[in-house]
């Protein structure tokens, strides 16, 4: 079976909005900005340990890391603890208020509908994301939640910040399942 986050980056499903008809040595600086706090997320991701390794962290108006989250549904049994929820949660404890609005998601991977849903509750402004998530992603994959206008006012979503970097720890992650015999 082939994971969905193993297309290559150049095939049309790879292809986000924000980056439609770019390739990446064509990444704004505008977008390139964001890599910094791609690689905490990276950095999260990486120390998932059993589960499936996604990363995010959340940024306030000056682009200070205020949450960090990676998932914990396997460590913590917790079908709500994604990568994103951790890192929102996190965000609104450190400054002591659900409303984060001009804060930043930065997550590994394409948000599944919980947690777009989630950005959207926080009254977030802006995702940033890696990889797309053809099988489940709520930012323009499968669902474009964070353009409905029926939930509210457009979130901005800059999608393909360090995609393959995002996209090889998840694939390595499922080989190494694979190889293990333990899948
Ligand atoms: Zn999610």
Redesign the pocket.
């Known amino acids: 079976m082939v994971r969905p986050w193993s297309v290559p980056s150049t095939s049309p499903l790879a292809c986000n909005e924000a980056l439609r008809g770019q390739t990446r040595s064509e990444m704004t600086g505008y977008q390139a900005q964001f890599e910094p706090a791609m690689r905490a997320a990276l950095a999260e991701a990486s120390a998932a340990g059993d589960d499936v390794p996604v990363g995010a962290v959340v940024l306030d108006g000056s682009g200070a890391i205020i949450g960090r989250g990676r998932n914990q549904r396997e460590a913590t049994a917790d079908p709500a603890a ?1 990568a ?2 951790v890192a929102i949660r996190g965000a609104g404890a450190q400054v002591g208020n659900w409303r984060l609005e001009d804060c930043t998601l930065v997550a590994t991977l394409e ?2 509908t ?2 777009a849903g989630a950005l959207l509750a926080a009254r977030m402004r802006r995702l940033v994301f890696g990889a797309d998530d053809p099988r489940a992603g709520a930012a323009g994959s499968v669902w474009d939640v964070l353009h409905d206008p029926r939930l509210g006012p457009p979130v901005e979503v800059l999608g393909g910040i360090l995609a393959d970097e995002c996209a090889a720890v998840l694939t390595e992650f499922f080989e190494g399942r694979r190889q293990g015999g333990t899948q």
């Open positions: 994604h994103e929820i948000p599944c919980m947690c």
